[in-house]
Structures are given as structure tokens and as C-alpha cells.
């Protein structure tokens, strides 16, 4: 009987390339993980960007009123609401009235609007051109101190804004209300809003109690040279008040401010010639 042969077991030493083929195959399949695992990472990163993206649009969205089937009534209350909450004197408070457009004076309706927002009648509520201007003016000094709010943007933010800030949820939340504003008041609508919440001193808010207080007259009565005063106190109204009203004295750049706002009345032919010429010498501080 044949015994069993052994097997036979010969060692080979491995080649170069074999050697290799194990490290190469790592050297390739590592970065390929590593692209894998990055762009995996940055995916995740760019849904949860815009998952934060969607929530902030949601919270800033959630406060702009909804003004699609809201009469002008109520916005009118809302508004009448809002200015009573800012008056601190239970004085002036029993004074601020509401008054309509059509009992304002046209010559003091266009005063204030070639002050405040030439545009007004022709824009959708926003100035770009004006805006854009500011950011790069605020950009350049390092701080917020360019509005250049139209008309709109401030029944927005006189009405409905709960807040001074000046941070950009704010403007943006801004922004989106004067859209409802435009889209579902008319011009005029607005512009009545704004002639009874502008402040113009220290908790006098509106045209009527402005034009009783500075002028002893209705605002129908008020004509383009006083209309363009009460425009030069709606920047800073509680200090103008003492610098201009109370201390009768008129800088060097309100007067500028106020021939300004004559020559663009005059230009859109507003006013004729020979008011602008007695306007420009209107005697404001004559008691």
C-alpha cells in the first residue's frame, strides 16, 4: 500500500506590483471616502441653511398683517390705536383728531410729500434708487443712520411696527408690510395714514392737532409756506420743536429744506411764481 504523498507547498516571494496593489487600492479608495463623507457633510450643512433660511422667513412673514379683505376702516382704527399708545400727556391725547384727505389742504399735502417722498405718487412703495443709496452710505460709515424711507415704509413702521429697532429682521418685516399697504390701499389711503400718525413735537401727532398748535388754523386752512414748516419738523420733531419752533429760529439747512420744497412745488407746478416769491420770505415767527 502506497503511503500518502505530502503536499507539496512552495513559497513564492511576491512581485513589486503585488505588493503594491494592496496600498495603491487603499491610496484610491481613501480620498474617494473622504469626497464622499465632504460632500455628504455639505449637503447636510446647505438643508439645514436653508431649513434656518425658511424658519426666519416664516417668523418675519408671520408678523406682516394681512390686509387682502381688511377695510380701510380698520386699518384707520389700527392706526388711531397705535399713535394713542405713543402719546404720554392725557392732554395732547384728548386733542390728536382724526381728519380725513379731503379736509387737508392740497398745498399742505404736496409740502409734505416734495419733503418727505417726491416719488411718492409714482413708486411701489419702496424708493430703490434711494435705498440702495443709503446702504452704501451706511456701509461707508459703519452704521444705521441713512433711512431713506419712503411715505409708505413709514405708515408701516408708525403702524404696525412695535418696535424702534433697527436691525434687519425689522426693515425686512417693514419691507413686506408696506407691500400689503400698496398692494391693498390706495395712494391717497396711505397718505392719509401718514398725515394722522406723523408725529410733528413732543406727543403731537397728525396734521389737525399740528396745524391747531403751530398755526391756530384747521389743515384746510394751511397753506404751502406753513405746509413746508410742519415738513421740516417731521426728521426730528421733539428736537426741532425747541431748536426752530420754541426758540423761533430757522438754521441755515432748514432754510435750504424749506426753498427746496417751494422749488419743487413751483416745478410740478404746484404753486404758481409769485407764491414761490412770497413763500420764500414768509414770516413764521411774526408774534
Known amino acids: 500500500m502506497k503511503k500518502p504523498q505530502k503536499a507539496i507547498v512552495t513559497f513564492t516571494n511576491p512581485?513589486?506590483?503585488?505588493?503594491?496593489?494592496?496600498?495603491?487600492?487603499?491610496?484610491?479608495?481613501?480620498?474617494?471616502?473622504?469626497?464622499?463623507?465632504?460632500?455628504?457633510?455639505?449637503?447636510?450643512?446647505?438643508?439645514?441653511?436653508?431649513?434656518?433660511?425658511?424658519?426666519?422667513?416664516?417668523?418675519?412673514?408671520?408678523?406682516?398683517?394681512?390686509?387682502?379683505?381688511?377695510?380701510?376702516?380698520?386699518?384707520?382704527?389700527?392706526?388711531?390705536?397705535?399713535?394713542?399708545?405713543?402719546?404720554?400727556?392725557?392732554?395732547?391725547?384728548?386733542?390728536?383728531?382724526?381728519?380725513?384727505?379731503?379736509?387737508?389742504?392740497?398745498?399742505?399735502?404736496?409740502a409734505i410729500v416734495m419733503s418727505e417722498d417726491g416719488q411718492f405718487f409714482s413708486h411701489k412703495g419702496v424708493n430703490w434708487d434711494a435705498l440702495i443709496s443709503a446702504i452704501g452710505e451706511n456701509i461707508k460709515r459703519r452704521e444705521l443712520s441713512y433711512g431713506a424711507s419712503t411715505i409708505s415704509q413709514q405708515v408701516s413702521k408708525n403702524v404696525y411696527m412695535r418696535s424702534n429697532s433697527k436691525s434687519f429682521s425689522r426693515k425686512l418685516s417693514e419691507l413686506f408690510t408696506t407691500r400689503e399697504l400698496e398692494k391693498h390701499l390706495s395712494k391717497n389711503e396711505i397718505l392719509e395714514l401718514y398725515l394722522n400718525v406723523a408725529e410733528f413735537g413732543p406727543d403731537i401727532y397728525g396734521v389737525k392737532h399740528a396745524?391747531?398748535?403751530?398755526?391756530?388754523?384747521?389743515?384746510?386752512?394751511?397753506?404751502?409756506?406753513?405746509?413746508?414748516?410742519?415738513?421740516?419738523?417731521?426728521?426730528?420733531?421733539?428736537?426741532?420743536?425747541?431748536?426752530?419752533?420754541?426758540?423761533?429760529?430757522?438754521?441755515?439747512?432748514?432754510?435750504?429744506?424749506?426753498?427746496?420744497?417751494?422749488?419743487?412745488?413751483?416745478?410740478?407746478?404746484?404753486?404758481?411764481p409769485n407764491q414761490y416769491q412770497s413763500y420764500l420770505k414768509w414770516n413764521y415767527f411774526f408774534n
Not at 438643508?47 to 424658519?55: N, Q, S
Not at 388754523?217 to 417731521?234: C, H, R, T, V
Not at 426730528?236 to 422749488?263: E, M
Request: aromatic share 14%.
Open 211 to 272: 396745524s391747531k398748535y403751530y398755526f391756530g388754523k384747521s389743515p384746510a386752512d394751511i397753506n404751502a409756506a406753513e405746509g413746508a414748516f410742519l415738513a421740516i419738523m417731521l426728521p426730528s420733531p421733539r428736537k426741532y420743536h425747541y431748536s426752530i419752533f420754541q426758540n423761533k429760529h430757522l438754521a441755515p439747512r432748514h432754510q435750504r429744506k424749506l426753498r427746496r420744497i417751494f422749488s419743487d412745488m413751483l416745478y410740478k407746478e404746484y404753486i404758481s
Open 15 to 110: 512581485t513589486v506590483k503585488e505588493r503594491l496593489k494592496p496600498h495603491l487600492y487603499s491610496m484610491m479608495i481613501k480620498p474617494w471616502r473622504m469626497i464622499k463623507n465632504t460632500l455628504m457633510l455639505t449637503g447636510a450643512f446647505v438643508w439645514l441653511l436653508l431649513l434656518l433660511v425658511c424658519l426666519y422667513f416664516y417668523s418675519v412673514l408671520s408678523k406682516v398683517p394681512d390686509l387682502e379683505k381688511v377695510p380701510f376702516q380698520h386699518v384707520r382704527e389700527v392706526a388711531v390705536e397705535s399713535v394713542q399708545s405713543k402719546i404720554e400727556s392725557k392732554t395732547k391725547l384728548k386733542e390728536y383728531q382724526w381728519v380725513g384727505i379731503d379736509n387737508v389742504n392740497r398745498d399742505l399735502l404736496y
